[in-house]
């Protein structure tokens, strides 16, 4: 197999968008009758070869090319190449790697935490779910889709289960390097699939690319177009901020630490905020006093049910989350810092991310400047979003102080 591997910034846009799927010859944003005629360009030596023109990925561009592309726009394709966007965790650019994929998909073990399994059933695909993670059965947002499905990883794949399994697919995060497993799901006749979807670098590129696998690609500009729409009002409002009109924060994850490329500290920095420890890479134990030296004017601590069962979705109040926040407020020492002295001290579920950025950067956002975002309300959004895409009813606690 061929393997080509680029490296992009983090901060690469996504209105640059070209689908990232082997036959999109054209570099353009969908496959059709104008890829045919590139690629034909190509072999009469009319036109330039390009990455995509390499339709059925064999290295070379030619008529069998032209006739994979056929089979593409015909939904008969046997195969088709995506891009995977990977970025391990403590990296500042992703590697597009390409990966070979049998068409068509009917049986998937979504390994991708809990990620994974909730695209696959926001698709309304969940009968097609193979395997799903320990913790994907916490997430009661769509538990009840799942509930019947096998767990086939808690803190590591069992192997042994996904293989009697036999999935065609199996979908799991681009934050890992499983090139180990990788091997010996091939060996299997199993193909390993790396996707995110909770960055928005790499957002609409996933699920369009998940789109073209399932056909579902209808389903993915719905989601990709509310992504967009939220996360560009968000974009548009901070643009103009000055650096010194950027309020200090403090992301924190586990008490007195702080990790590099996690949601909060994503969000803090694309919702317009100065990250306080972002030269910072990978999961770092701060000292305190360095904490209370650089005087954050605002704390958001990201959490999850793990650490506070009554969060998310399924909290039945608040109580656990509010004592949360309190606690911070009353460590020694930091009654001299900005934010507890102003009260922005606040709390997020790490659920309030999943699948959709937009929500959890609406509530940061809020947080951050208040003022500024005085007309959005993250609650609102958090519930349209739980309704036209699982169909649910909003609930529970994610974040906490509201505003």
Same mark, same amino acid.
């Given at each position: ?8 910034? /983090? %901060? ?6 070209? *689908?990232?799927? @082997? +036959?999109? #010859? ?6 059709? &009758? ?76 979504? /390994? %991708? ?6 695209? *696959?059933?926001? @698709? +309304?695909? #969940? ?6 993670? &320990? ?269």
């Amino acid at each position: 197999m061929l393997l080509i591997s680029m490296a992009v910034p /983090l %901060g690469a846009a996504e209105d640059q968008f070209t *689908l990232d799927i @082997f +036959g999109n #010859a054209n570099m353009d944003d969908t496959i059709d &009758e104008d890829d045919i005629k590139y690629v034909q360009g190509i072999i009469n030596g009319e036109n330039e070869t390009t990455e995509l023109a390499d339709a059925n990925y064999d290295g070379k561009v030619d008529e069998n090319d032209i006739a994979q592309i056929e089979l593409i726009i015909r939904g008969e394709e046997k195969n088709l190449t995506i891009m995977q966007y990977i970025q391990l965790q403590t990296a500042t650019t992703f590697s597009q790697e390409p990966v070979t994929v049998p068409m068509p998909v009917d049986s998937i073990a979504a /390994l %991708g935490g809990s990620y994974g399994p909730e695209m *696959l059933c926001v @698709f +309304g695909i #969940a009968d097609k779910i193979a395997a799903v993670t &320990e913790y994907s059965k916490t997430r009661g947002e769509f538990v009840d889709l799942i509930k019947d499905i096998p767990v086939a990883a808690s803190s590591e794949w069992d192997m042994e289960k996904i293989i009697s399994l036999k999935p065609d697919v199996v979908l799991a995060y681009a934050i890992y390097d499983y090139s180990a497993e990788r091997q010996i799901l091939e060996k299997e006749g199993i193909t390993l699939v790396q996707m995110n979807f909770h960055k928005p670098e790499t957002y609409s590129r996933e699920v369009r690319n998940l789109g073209w696998l399932l056909d579902k690609k209808e389903r993915a500009e719905e989601l990709i177009e509310f992504e967009e729409d939220h996360l560009n009002f968000i974009r548009d409002r901070v643009s103009g901020l000055d650096e010194v009109q950027k309020p200090r924060v403090y992301a924190e994850g586990k008490d007195w630490s702080y990790t590099s490329g996690s949601s909060v500290s994503r969000a803090i920095e694309f919702c317009g905020g100065d990250n306080l420890f972002k030269e910072l890479a990978g999961t770092v134990d701060l000292d305190p006093e360095e904490v209370i030296v650089r005087d954050p004017q605002v704390i958001i601590k990201g959490t999850s049910t793990t650490a506070i069962p009554e969060s998310g979705y399924n909290a039945m109040n608040d109580s656990q989350m509010a004592a949360a926040v309190e606690t911070i407020m009353n460590r020694s020492g930091m009654e001299v810092i900005d934010a507890v002295k102003n009260g922005r001290v606040y709390i997020i579920s790490t659920d309030a991310a999943s699948i959709h950025p937009s929500i959890f950067n609406s509530y940061v956002a809020k947080w951050l400047y208040p003022e500024l975002f005085q007309d959005l309300d993250p609650v609102s959004i958090h519930k349209e979003w739980l309704n036209e895409f699982l169909g649910v009813e909003f609930k529970g606690v994610y974040a906490y102080p509201l505003l």
